[in-house]
């Protein structure tokens, strides 16, 4: 996320003077732009984990206009196998960070589920009631799990933005 | 409680758990032992107790560097997934009428009957270490050291299969924060007769999402060979545990209904027996049935639409012509219904009070109206 910062402000200071660059200079500075490009063609599951958070226990959060989307990692459905049912707790109830929310079974298992944050269920995802393999397709999208209200914001400081998430996982392995 | 800790020490060979220290708590006395490897085995046949001790294990036992094996066995139960309807899964009916209860567990799966012939088996790890394929494997390996002949096999599904074709074991399993447990039964000499009768659902009609059961033949070992009895497995499986993980450790007693060695166990338990989580817990679904009413001269089909959630009836509606009982005497049956538990004990309450403002020549019908609504339950 920083290198691509570093390589926007380098494109916006060379862009003006590359007519007057020597030839190998120029080359690299075409390159450079070339690389700035990248960001805006990146899959769409990567655009939108730029704005995830991520817990140890492989949650992720996205918050949007005060309303944290929680659901699991494609780390965690990948583990889990095949979900056959979302078990999720009910609009209003409030949760504690680290209380346990609810569960995903997936062949005879039960994987508890770990709220990322305090705050309250504004909305579960009822498409998962008929379609619980949306958790596997769709991790990062249609198969969101509930919205919450986020009542300590400082708790987000507290969980892995992609690029540490991605560092951590490995380290599993 | 002294009594029973000398009766622990006596059933130790060279384990290092300091029975003595009164003032230890179960946790305390694992983690002064430094022991890895720990076989436990209950000395309760209550099926809320022995799944409340599974829990307390789970949660206050650090199983990062240690595995658990625990022993375990019930009378007669009925024991339902996390994630499952009972209405959908056992004869509810029966088991009242038989005194015998039914039980959710955390773990997800199937549903089984449990009786002093079953044999359970949990097996606790770190998340990292949760392999049931080789807890199957230390099954199977047990006894066919029993007896080398056995056909005995794990499935992709974790059945043990015997003969290939008789299930005598399902599993389940349950995955925490940093612990997991993965547990099994094994049918040894258990009330086949009894299984088959409440195992088998009696409410017709519903449709709900969740989890399903998948009906197996079974066979007790003990049939196949009459010298597999529960003991004896038990104690090959604790022992094939050891072999297969290097570990020395003997079979200790454990009872799950002492609160000074597992505290907060007693509160587990009591969580596990109430309604709101055996028939409470069960994702919503709804019934369509439809019966025959009849009162002393006729007869008239009816047809009912049950929406329940979180085990309380959410909505009903009662197809019913107005001749066999008037439209306002129906919906008020329903409205009443609403917002009730779907029980035959909180339905007969409701009747009594109803009955007591219906007209005489209504009640026989209302009464006929209602046994066909609590046979559903």
Known sequence: MAMRVALRCISANFSPKLPQLSRPTQLAASRLLWRTDIPRTLSTASRLSTALKFTDKHEWVRVEGGVGTVGISSFAQEALGDVVYCGLPEVGQKLEQLE????????????????????????????????????????????????MTIENPGELDGLMDEASYDKFIKSLE | MILRKCLQVRE??????????????????????????????SMSTDIYENLAMEDWIHDYVDLQNRKIL??????????IGRHQ????????????????????????????????????LTFFTSKKKYDRNRNLHIVTSALKRLRPNLDVRATERFDILLNGH??????????GRTAAYHHCTLLCSADRALLSAVLKPTCQGIKSNATPS???????????????????????????????????????????????????????????????????????????????????????????????????IDNCEID????????????????????????????????????????QELKTKTYNLYQNVVSLM
């Not at chain 1, 569960?103 to 998962?128: D, F, H, Q, R, W």
């Not at chain 2, 625990?70 to 024991?79: D, E, I, K, S, Y």
């Not at chain 2, 399902?170 to 995955?175: I, R």
């Not at chain 2, 306002?328 to 109803?354: H, Q, S, T, W, Y």
């Open chain 1, 100 to 147: 346990e929310f609810g569960a995903l079974e997936s062949v005879k298992a039960a994987s508890e589920l770990y709220s990322p944050m305090t705050g309250e269920v504004t909305e579960i995802n009822t498409e998962l009631s008929d379609n619980p393999g949306l958790v596997n397709k769709a991790c990062y999208e249609g198969g969101w799990l509930i919205k």
């Open chain 2, 166 to 175: 008789y299930k005598i074991s399902g599993t389940a399993a349950k995955l």
């Open chain 2, 214 to 312: 998948v009906p197996s033949p079974v066979k007790n070992l003990l049939d196949e060979d009459n010298t597999l009895d529960c003991d004896t497995i038990m104690n090959a499986v604790a022992s094939q545990y050891n072999t297969e993980f290097g570990f020395s450790s003997p079979v200790t007693l454990v009872d799950p209904s002492d609160e000074f060695s597992f505290p907060g166990i007693h509160k587990m338990s009591s969580e596990l027996k109430t309604w709101e989580w055996t028939l409470g817990r069960t994702p919503k679904f709804s019934i369509s049935a439809s019966f025959d009413l009849h009162d002393n001269s006729s007869r008239q089909n009816a047809s009912l639409n049950i929406d329940i959630k979180n085990g309380i």
């Open chain 2, 70 to 79: 625990f022993l375990w066995r019930n009378g007669p139960a009925v024991v």
């Open chain 2, 320 to 359: 019913l012509p107005p001749h066999w009982l008037p439209s306002d005497v129906r919906r008020e049956f329903c409205m009443l219904l609403v917002g009730g538990k779907f029980c035959p004990n909180e339905m007969a309450v409701i009747l009594a009070a109803f009955l007591r403002t219906t007209s």
């Open chain 2, 85 to 120: 309807n009972p209405w959908q899964e056992c004869n509810l009916q029966l088991m009242r009428q038989r005194g015998i209860p039914l039980a959710r567990r955390r773990s997800g799966g199937g549903t089984v009957y449990h009786d002093l012939g079953n044999v359970n």
């Open chain 2, 12 to 41: 130790q060979s060279k384990a290092c758990l300091q029975w003595a220290r009164a003032k230890s708590t179960f946790t305390d006395l694992i983690d002064e032992s430094g022991q890895s490897g720990v076989i436990l085995k």
